[in-house]
Each structure stands twice: as structure tokens, then as C-alpha cells.
């Protein structure tokens, strides 16, 4: 989906700055837009937040906003207009989060999500960081 995204930023001329994508429930969000959700996407490996880079300017949740959105330069209304299109994506800015975009796998299907929350929590609770490879 993260091709889809990356289509859809292409196709209207900007870039997306991923802040935030997979996480651990267990680590905190620094500078949180929004109180995090206790079935988030991001603990699946299923969301991004993100900050958007156009004609040399990056534009931040609180310029993303629904309420801004008629505000913003064309080519951004257009990349939230696909991604509110899009039948398998989700932009937060339609439940108060403008700078995340997921598919609610957490609501589609609920026991999928679990899944993947452990299976991501284990895949990188056991991982070894790529700066220790890299050092030998």
C-alpha cells in the first residue's frame, strides 16, 4: 500500500516525509498529534503519519486538517482526494489525525490484526539494527 501512497503523492507533483510507521505498543509517541489509539494500525505494521513536501515547503497536521483541506495547494487536495478514494486506505484526517493514512485492517479484520501485532512485535523485538551490521 505504501506503493499506492507513494503513486498517489507522484501523480500530484509532492513528496510525503513519513514520520512514524510501524511501532510497538509499548514505545511512547513523542510530539503526538492525537491520543494514540489502543488498536492502532501503526502496532500492525498498517499505518503511516506522514508531513507533505510541495515547491519547497513541508506543510504539518495542523495545516492538513479536513477543516483546511479546501486551503491547501491543489496538487495536496488531490493526494488526500486519492487516498479518501482509495477503498482500502483511510485517511486520518477524516477522524482527527491529518497526517495519518492506514487501512483498518484493526476493524476489517480484527483477528488478522492480532496476528500481525505479534508477529511484528516479535519480528522486531528480535531483530538486530542495521548500524550493528554495518560496524563489523
Known amino acids: 500500500m505504501l506503493e499506492e501512497i507513494d503513486e498517489y503523492a ?8 513519513v514520520n512514524s510507521s510501524y511501532r510497538p505498543k509499548e514505545d511512547l509517541v513523542s510530539r503526538k498529534v492525537v491520543k494514540p489509539a489502543s488498536r492502532s494500525n501503526h502496532f500492525a ?20 486538517k479536513r477543516s483546511n483541506l479546501k486551503n491547501l495547494p491543489t496538487p495536496i487536495q488531490g493526494f488526500i482526494q486519492k487516498i479518501r478514494d482509495d477503498k ?10 491529518p497526517i495519518h493514512i492506514d ?17 511484528c512485535f516479535e519480528e522486531y523485538s528480535t531483530a538486530i539494527p542495521k548500524w550493528k551490521i554495518w560496524k563489523k
Not at 10 to 17: A, G, L
Not at 88 to 97: H, K, N, V
Not at 103 to 119: A, F, R, T
Open 10 to 17: 507522484r501523480m500530484n507533483s509532492i513528496r510525503i516525509i
Open 45 to 64: 505494521g498498517y499505518a503511516i503519519d506522514f508531513n507533505v513536501r510541495y515547491q519547497r515547503r513541508t506543510y504539518f497536521s495542523h495545516e492538513l
Open 88 to 97: 482500502e486506505l483511510r485517511w486520518g484526517g477524516d477522524f482527527d489525525d
Open 103 to 119: 487501512s483498518p485492517l484493526n476493524i476489517d479484520d480484527p483477528g488478522l490484526w492480532n496476528e500481525y501485532v505479534n508477529s
